[in-house]
T-cell receptor, first 116, second 110 residues
Framework: GAVVSQHPSWVICKSGTSVKIECRSL??????MFWYRQFPKQSLMLMAT?????????EQGVEKDKFLINHASLTLSTLTVTSAHPEDSSFYIC????????????FGQGTRLTVV | RKEVEQDPGPFNVPEGATVAFNCTYS??????FFWYRQDCRKEPKLLMS???SGNEDGRFTAQLNRASQYISLLIRDSKLSDSATYLC???????????FGAGTTVTVRA
């Protein structure tokens, strides 16, 4: 199946610093990628839809200036958590849509962010 | 009301048992339905799509009831390796966004 690679798999950072998470589609071109956040025992919540070559579309309640998304190429989208706070600690997961399989989502391995 | 709701469980069953659980969705215009499996601290992985007529994949059977807006998953002859959280996922008709349930935790014991 299609492969999506996410890096890093875990990161610990100090409050006030920024963290960049990368999501790559390894064997297909993804015009659209999705960024989710998952708190313990809760569902994945869509944060934003990343579109190659254009601005990301953010879900209601998600601060675009805090969660910067860049989708500069057909195989790479990045999420930068700026000025991180402990409440940003969560599991962040990206997914990409493989154009030939319109409905199935392929997920990256996820990034566990801990802000101390 | 949440778009997708699931019984969180946990369902604690012995090996070889059958376990079944449901998921309800609020958007009657939803077009596609899936069950994903998520192991602890890992990414979700597609278990199976759910078709209108119901479908089976080995020990797993999925059903869709559009009238009542629910989806079910049944696992027969449970294995220890079936222990995981099962996520109900629904896709709308107009975009590629997926709505996730919070998951149903299944623990299969020896």
């Amino acid at each position: 199946g299609a492969v999506v690679s996410q890096h890093p798999s875990w990161v610990i950072c100090k409050s006030g610093t920024s963290v960049k998470i990368e999501c790559r589609s390894l064997d297909f071109q993804a015009t659209t990628m999705f960024w989710y956040r998952q708190f313990p025992k809760q569902s994945l919540m869509l944060m934003a839809t990343s579109n190659e070559g254009s601005k990301a579309t953010y879900e209601q309640g998600v601060e675009k200036d805090k969660f910067l998304i860049n989708h500069a190429s057909l195989t790479l989208s990045t999420l930068t958590v700026t000025s991180a706070h402990p409440e940003d600690s969560s599991f962040y997961i990206c997914s990409a849509r493989e154009p030939r399989r319109n409905t199935e989502a392929f997920f990256g391995q996820g990034t566990r962010l801990t802000v101390v | 009301r949440k778009e997708v709701e699931q019984d969180p469980g946990p369902f604690n069953v012995p090996e070889g048992a059958t376990v079944a659980f449901n998921c309800t969705y609020s958007n009657s215009a939803s077009q596609s339905f899936f069950w994903y499996r998520q192991d602890c601290r890992k990414e979700p992985k597609l278990l199976m799509s759910v078709y209108s007529s119901g479908n089976e994949d080995g020990r797993f059977t999925a059903q869709l009831n559009r009238a009542s807006q629910y989806i079910s998953l049944l696992i027969r002859d449970s294995k220890l390796s079936d222990s995981a959280t099962y996520l109900c996922v629904v896709k709308g008709s107009n975009d590629y966004k997926l709505s996730f349930g919070a998951g149903t935790t299944v623990t299969v014991r020896a």
